[in-house]
């Protein structure tokens, strides 16, 4: 426990001023968090791929391993990834980064047939976001940094709802969520960023939830 502890931290991963992991900020159940992976200011590379929440359980592990530093956190160079959990219907996620360029592919995601797909495409090389749990939202206000999240109900730019999603989940996910580009149905798509903080929810986040966390993983 005692080399958990080292490796993990405690004070780092709380809510300033506050005794909350920071994945739990806005009254969240430990619960309601699939996963939730700190790479910025991480103790190490091997650390930065714990699932805080749960560690040892749902861990991210190497698509291809993308370089790490604590200052920058993860950084994939269009090539670099790591997978997480296969998602299921009404999940929510957001996602702390930098550094991210027009292009292609999302930043996370997951993609397979009809709306079985949870992603977030923060600059698509069209000039849009595009913000996919199940149903699609999209909105020409792109972005390279910041704090994006998607629910089943909305996507959020830095913890304010950004557009409204339509439609909804119409089946089962088999292939896993990809951190630096997305898996379609096992062919992965790569982008090319830095990752700070990764945080996934069994559950619709609400929007005070998502102002919170936004704002707890902009602070790490």
Not at 60 to 82: H, K, M, R
Request: glycine share 12%; proline share 5%; hydrophobic share 40%.
């Amino acid at each position: 426990m005692s080399t958990l502890i080292t490796l993990l931290g405690s004070a780092p991963n709380l809510v300033p001023g506050a005794a909350t992991p920071w994945y739990l900020a806005g009254g969240l159940s430990s619960g309601n968090c699939v996963v939730a992976y700190r790479a910025k200011g991480a103790a190490s590379y091997a650390a930065s791929k714990i699932n805080l929440n749960n560690p040892g359980v749902n861990d991210a592990f190497e698509g291809a391993a993308p370089a790490w530093s604590a200052a920058d956190g993860w950084t994939c160079s269009g090539g670099q990834y790591l997978f997480s959990v296969v998602p299921s219907g009404g999940w929510s996620m957001l996602v702390q980064f930098s550094n991210l360029a027009a292009n292609i592919n999302p930043v996370v995601g997951m993609y397979e047939s009809g709306n079985v797909r949870l992603n977030i495409y923060p600059y698509y090389t069209d000039s849009n976001v595009y913000y996919r749990s199940g149903g699609s939202g999209q909105i020409a206000d792109p972005y390279g940094a910041g704090n994006a999240a998607v629910t089943p109900a909305f996507g959020y730019k830095n913890g304010a709802p950004h557009v409204a999603i339509g439609g909804t989940w119409n089946g089962t996910a088999t292939c896993r969520l990809v951190i630096g580009g997305a898996n379609a149905s096992g062919s992965i798509n790569c982008c090319s960023c830095k990752i700070q903080a990764f945080a996934l929810y069994n559950i619709t986040l609400s929007d005070s939830q998502v102002a919170a966390l936004a704002a707890a993983m902009a602070a790490l």
